[in-house]
C-alpha cells in the first residue's frame, strides 16, 4: 500500500455506492417476478424480491405507494415496476424504491377487480340468501348519487311518473375520484343510523351513477363500500353504469339494476299499471258477486220447491203415523214378553212344588222337632220325657216321649218293629 493511499471506512464506501448507484439509476423500469411479499403490519411498508431466471433484486414499497395500489400484489406474480436503485447503506445492499408497480399481462384495475371478487364471493357476500326482498309499495326513496348527473334526474322522473305518492331523498356525494368510495359508503352508513333512530324511515335505497370508465366506475369495486352495502339493514339497489358494466356494487347489493333509469322501474310499481289491475278485480270480484247472487237464488228456488217446504205438515203426519206404528209394535212386544216370563214363572213354580215339603206332609208323612227346634231324625236322639212337636200336612202335634222303639236291619215301611225299653 502507497503511503499516501486514501482509506476508506464501510459506511464511506456504501454512501460512495450509493450515490453513485442513484445519479447513474434515478429512474428504471424493471420487470420480474414477485418473491416473499410481506406487509409490514405497524409501518405499513412492503418488501419483496424481484427475480428472473438468473438474479435476484430486492425492492421496497413505501406505505404511500402501497395505498395507492388497485391490486394486491402476490407471490409468483410477473410485474413491472418504476424506481430508482439505491443502497441500504447498514448493510451494503442495493436495492429499488419503487414508486409504481404494474402487472404484466393484465391491466392494475382488472387484477383488482378480479381480485376482490374471488375474496367476496369467498365470503359469501354474493349468495342469493343475503338478499333481502324490495318493499311492494315504497314510500321513503333514498337516491345516493351525484345530484348534478343525468342518472339522477332521470330517475326522479320515471319514480314521480310511475309512482307519484313517493317520497324521494336524495343524498348528494362523489361517485368518482378520490375519497368518492369513503363518501358513497358513509352515505349508507348515515341512512341506517337514521332509519334505526326513527328520524328517516327509509324503505329502500338507490345507489349508483352515470356510465363511464373503468376508472370513472372505480369507487363502487372498492371494499369499503362492498362492506356498507352487505351491512346495510335497508335494501340497496345498485344501479351503476349501463347493462355490461358489472362492478362489486352490483353483485353485492340485494337487487342489481341494469341502468339508473331501470332502477326507478325495479324500486315502483307503474301507477297505471295498478290501477288497471284494480279495475279488473273490481269487475272480476262484481262479476264473482253476481254469480254468486244467481247461484243463491237458484238454490232458493230450488228448496221453496221442495215437498217439505210446500207441505211441512205432511212430514209431521208421516212421523207421527210412524210413531203409532212403533208404539202398536212395543206393546205387543211387551205382551209377549210378559206372556213368555208368566209361563216362564209357572213352569218354575210347578218344577218348587213338586219337590216342596208340604207335599210330602200331605202323603201322610210328618216332620218332628225338638223344644230347641232341631229336627229328629233319629229316636236315639230324644229319651224318654222330652217334649217334642210334630208338624202335619195340616196342623201340629205337641207330645211327650214315653218310650223308643228301634227297628232292626232289614224292616220295610209297615213291618213291626223290635220291642224296645228305654234305649
Not at 369507487?219 to 352495502?229: C, K, L, S
Not at 205387543?332 to 213354580?349: H, L, M, P, T
Not at 202335619?392 to 216321649?401: A, F, Q
Request: hydrophobic residues 40%; aromatic residues 6%; proline residues 5%.
Amino acid at each position: 500500500m502507497k503511503p499516501n493511499a486514501k482509506i476508506f471506512t464501510v459506511a464511506e464506501v456504501n454512501a460512495a455506492a450509493r450515490a453513485v448507484i442513484e445519479d447513474g439509476f434515478p429512474n428504471i423500469w424493471v420487470a420480474g417476478e414477485v418473491s416473499g411479499y410481506k406487509r409490514h403490519a405497524a409501518s405499513g411498508h412492503c418488501y419483496f424480491t424481484l427475480k428472473d431466471s438468473e438474479a435476484t433484486l430486492c425492492a421496497t414499497l413505501w406505505r404511500g405507494n402501497a395505498l395507492r395500489l388497485r391490486f394486491q400484489p402476490a407471490d409468483g406474480m410477473s410485474v413491472l415496476v418504476r424506481g430508482k436503485l439505491t443502497v441500504y447503506p447498514p448493510r451494503g445492499q442495493y436495492q429499488i424504491d419503487v414508486a409504481e408497480l404494474h402487472p404484466q399481462g393484465e391491466g392494475a384495475l382488472d387484477l383488482a377487480l378480479r381480485q376482490l371478487r374471488e375474496k367476496l364471493f369467498a365470503r359469501g357476500w354474493f349468495d342469493k340468501k343475503h338478499k333481502k326482498p324490495l318493499p311492494r309499495l315504497p314510500r321513503p326513496i333514498a337516491v345516493v348519487t351525484s345530484p348534478p348527473g343525468a342518472a339522477v334526474r332521470d330517475m326522479l322522473e320515471m319514480i314521480g311518473c310511475r309512482w307519484p305518492p313517493a317520497d324521494v331523498v336524495v343524498v348528494p356525494l362523489r361517485v368518482q375520484g378520490d375519497g368518492a368510495c369513503d363518501e358513497i359508503a358513509e352515505a349508507i352508513y348515515s341512512l341506517n343510523r337514521l332509519r334505526l333512530s326513527g328520524k328517516l324511515a327509509t324503505d329502500v335505497m338507490i345507489v349508483g351513477r352515470g356510465g363511464g370508465s373503468l376508472e370513472d366506475l372505480w369507487a363502487f369495486n372498492e371494499e369499503f363500500v362492498a362492506r356498507a352495502i352487505f351491512e346495510s339493514a335497508i335494501p340497496v339497489i345498485s344501479a351503476v353504469g349501463h347493462e355490461t358494466d358489472v362492478t362489486i356494487a352490483d353483485l353485492v347489493a340485494d337487487h342489481r339494476a341494469l341502468t339508473p333509469t331501470h332502477a326507478a322501474t325495479d324500486v315502483c310499481p307503474d301507477r297505471q299499471e295498478l290501477l288497471a289491475g284494480l279495475r279488473d278485480w273490481q269487475k272480476r270480484l262484481a262479476g264473482g258477486l253476481v254469480r254468486k247472487l244467481e247461484l243463491a237464488r237458484r238454490r232458493l228456488t230450488d228448496l221453496a220447491n221442495r215437498r217439505v217446504l210446500r207441505l211441512p205438515l205432511d212430514r209431521v203426519r208421516d212421523r207421527e203415523r210412524r210413531l203409532d206404528e212403533l208404539t202398536k209394535r212395543l206393546e205387543r212386544a211387551g205382551r209377549r214378553r210378559v206372556e213368555r216370563g208368566r209361563e216362564k214363572a209357572d213352569g218354575i213354580a210347578a218344577r218348587l212344588n213338586a219337590v216342596s215339603p208340604l207335599n210330602i206332609l200331605a202323603r201322610g208323612y210328618s216332620v218332628t222337632l225338638t223344644e230347641s227346634r232341631a229336627l229328629v231324625r233319629d229316636a236315639a236322639e230324644v229319651r224318654p220325657g222330652d217334649r217334642i212337636k210334630t208338624r202335619l200336612h195340616r196342623g201340629r202335634l205337641v207330645s211327650r216321649v214315653e218310650a223308643m222303639e228301634f227297628e232292626p236291619e232289614g224292616l220295610t215301611l209297615g213291618s213291626e218293629p223290635r220291642s224296645g225299653g228305654s234305649k
